[in-house]
């Protein structure tokens, strides 16, 4: 994981600075800064606070750093509480006391995240969970208003293989073991006296079984279990009497829909569903734990409300704006709640809700300087494959351009086990102001569509998975969006790796390449995937592949001296899940053949680039590599970028 700090070549600084490239866009739509995409946004995550007294959010302090901030509702004494000093702050949560704020952190993207605690008043932080080398992490449920003082966190101390849970003394910082891992859990619930009663097991074939106790001193016994051909569900939350699971699975359907199951008799009953997209979220009351709303993300998000008392309340909220909602947070009186709405051409708003006079009132929008320009709209698309499946996604054109003959950039999203989703997306806007048609194919294996869709991708890596962007590309062409000598293909994770199987597996497809932290050797990727994840494993071997000469076939390193597109990769040093070293290995391999390769490495980053000083920076270098390459426009690199730049460039 060591590797030497570099400069850049003088050719490539040239690059970055010369004049903006005029295409595709009008030159009279504006150009859009990177600093107001990809800077801090001004403010962002607001949640109000139990009591209703209080609004906290995210903004930068004054050395530009995501704190939390708080302010008296009704007033403008708005103060930062915390004081992160490197990373910024990405989540946070109201204690329910209204006193403190519970926010995680990590140390230079290593994703070992402790919970932190600061107190509103006198600005004290403490870690909650202060154990060198851990992972802590909090779920649904964890944390109770019943019990103001207690909160359940899950923590690889005892072995760094597996998250026990620890009852946490939120006035004390006291950490006891509450329930030990045996060595399967992927996952723990607690019911609604905060007691550890369900339990989600990988199997050793890629299943799932959810093992239940009646109480915290009965022995656990498996409740549900399905094979490794289900979706990737598991369990969502207890019914309010703790007698019931809520689960998420696709035994006896194709997509995940939410079952009730009684934990006594084990018997099921069908709560939502849809016959073609998955059960995503569920909205529940946090005090009374009922039911009240399931997600459904169709083209768009959508909502079932569960609940007939809250049908007003969405009715009023969706003639507030053409957006998708989502409630945020609410006080526990459950009057107010703090809203989102999220737009595909809009910045993300937040409102203030009042439930008993029927009417939203807007706080503040996340990135307000983008509320001048002329942003670009997303359409959803299906398309067939050659195989005949239908395929989803969608298409981002520029705004103010006629949409004919574009040079497009196929941006491929991360997981694989995931999904694009209709809203803003801040490399879509990036992309489509600097001239480009963006593309965002939800290939087989994607999560969302049911488990036909997503099992179609098992043992697909650069194959059928990668075909479903070249047909997908090949679809844009044929509408007459874009020119087919100027498509690059871009994306981070899963989407860096389909990235370099692009340019090494058809490398006349493609124009250029951007990968960000994908990995290039699907046998070491697996050796050195975090000791975490191996309740996991069996997920990987299942829909992955197993075997080291077939994981080989479909590894792009083996295939490097076949690149004849310029590359551009991004890394960090310290990535727990794709290890610098995947990267390393596929730089070396074009080196060895003489193939341009640009590199850039960021010590103190990990699995993508959190820091916006460092997001601005290698989107600075993709603007400069894409202009070239398709003829796009360009912002040149501010000073600071550059200076960056030839720090964490690799020559």
Request: glycine share 8%; hydrophobic share 40%.
């Given at each position: ?7 850049w ?8 600075l ?17 600093q107001?995409l990809?800077?801090n946004p ?9 009591d209703?007294?209080?609004?906290a ?9 995501l ?5 008296t ?13 490197k990373?910024?702050?990405r989540?946070?949560?109201w204690?329910?006391d209204?006193?403190h704020v519970l926010?995680?952190q ?7 995240f402790?919970v ?25 449920g ?6 103001p003082d ?8 005892r ?28 996952s723990?619930?607690?019911?609604n006296?905060?007691?550890?009663r369900a339990?989600d097991?990988t199997?050793?074939?890629g ?11 009965s ?5 549900i ?9 598991g369990?969502?939350a207890f019914s ?12 006896g ?7 009730e ?7 099921q ?6 016959p ?10 946090p005090k009374?734990?009922a039911?009240e709303?399931?997600e ?10 569960m609940d007939?008392?809250?049908?007003a ?21 459950d ?12 910045p993300?708003?937040?409102y ?8 939203a009132?807007?706080?503040f ?5 983008l ?31 006629d949409g004919?003959?574009?040079?497009m ?10 999904r694009d ?12 102001n600097?001239?480009y048609?963006?593309l ?14 997503l ?11 990668h075909?479903?962007?070249?047909d997908g590309k090949?679809?844009?062409i044929?509408?007459?969006?874009v020119?087919?000598?100027?498509v690059c ?11 370099l ?7 006349d497809?493609f124009a ?23 309740t ?5 071997d ?8 077939f994981?080989n076939s479909r590894s792009?390193?083996?295939?490097a ?5 310029p590359?551009?990769?991004?890394q ?9 070293a ?16 640009e590199?850039?490495v960021?010590p103190?980053e990990g699995?993508?680039?959190a820091?916006?000083?460092n997001?601005?920076?290698?989107n ?7 202009a ?5 426009r ?18």
């Open positions: 994981m060591q590797q030497k700090l570099r400069l070549s003088l050719a490539f600084l040239v690059l970055f010369a004049p903006v490239v005029w295409a595709g866009n009008s030159p009279s739509t504006p150009l859009i800064p990177r107001v990809f800077g001004e403010r962002t995550s607001a949640r109000i606070s139990p209703g007294s209080h609004l959010y995210l903004a930068p302090d004054d050395k530009g750093v704190n939390v901030w708080v302010r509702i009704g007033k403008t004494d708005d103060q930062v509480v915390t004081a992160d000093k990373r910024g702050i989540f946070f949560l204690q329910f209204s006193q926010y995680v990590d140390r230079d993207g290593d994703e070992n402790h932190y605690q600061t107190n509103l008043k006198t600005k004290e932080t403490k870690d909650l969970t202060p154990f060198e080398g851990i992972q802590a992490q909090l779920g649904d964890d944390y109770l208003p019943q019990f207690t909160m359940l966190v899950r923590m690889n101390v072995d760094k293989r597996f998250h026990d849970v620890y009852r946490v003394d939120l006035k004390t910082g006291k950490a006891e073991l509450d329930t030990e891992n045996p060595g399967d859990v992927t723990w619930t607690a019911d006296n905060l007691q550890v339990a097991v199997t050793p074939d299943g799932t079984s959810i093992r239940v106790r009646d109480t915290v001193k022995p656990w016994r498996e409740l279990k399905w094979g490794a051909d289900e979706s990737l569900g369990t969502a309010p009497d703790s007698k019931s699971l809520w689960v998420l699975t696709s035994v359907g194709n997509t995940l829909r939410l079952m199951v009684d934990i006594a008799s084990g018997k009953k069908v709560v939502s569903e849809d073609q997209y998955d059960a995503s979220e569920l909205l529940i009351n009374s734990h039911l709303g399931v459904f993300v169709r083209a768009r998000s959508e909502w079932q409300v007939p008392a809250l049908k309340d969405f009715d009023a909220l969706h003639k507030v704006r053409d957006a998708d909602i989502r409630v945020v947070s609410r006080d526990l009186a009057q107010h709640w703090i809203v989102a709405y999220i737009s595909d051409n809009a993300t708003y937040y203030v809700y009042d439930r008993k006079a029927r009417k009132e807007v706080i929008s996340d990135r307000p300087k509320e001048g320009y002329k942003l670009s709209s997303m359409k959803p698309i299906s398309f067939k494959a050659r195989d005949g499946m239908t395929i989803y996604g969608y298409l981002t054109l520029p705004a103010g351009a004919k003959n574009l040079p950039v196929e941006f491929v999203h991360g997981g694989p086990w995931g989703v209709w809203g803003f997306n801040r490399y879509a806007q990036w992309l489509s600097r001239g048609a963006v965002q194919v939800n290939f087989r294996a994607s999560t969302g569509y049911g488990k036909q869709y099992n179609a991708g098992d043992r697909e890596w650069g194959a059928k998975m075909t479903d962007l070249l090949q679809w844009v044929q509408q007459g969006y020119d087919a000598k100027k293909i871009m994306g981070g994770s899963y989407g860096g790796y389909a990235t199987a692009a340019v090494t597996f058809t490398p497809e250029c390449g951007v990968d960000i932290v994908g990995p290039s050797n699907l046998n070491t990727l697996l050796k050195t995937i975090p000791p975490y994840w191996t996991f494993r069996a997920v990987f299942k829909r992955m592949g197993t075997g080291e000469d994981l792009p390193l083996f295939k001296d076949q690149i004849k597109v590359l551009l990769i991004g960090g040093k310290n990535d727990p899940r794709v290890n610098v995947e990267s390393d290995q596929i730089v070396a391999a074009m080196k060895k053949h003489k193939l341009p390769v590199y850039i960021f103190d699995h993508g680039f820091r916006p000083q997001n601005m920076a290698f600075a270098a993709a603007e400069g590599f894409l070239k390459t398709l003829g796009g360009a912002e040149p690199p501010s000073a600071d970028e550059a200076k960056l730049l030839t720090e964490v460039t690799q020559k």
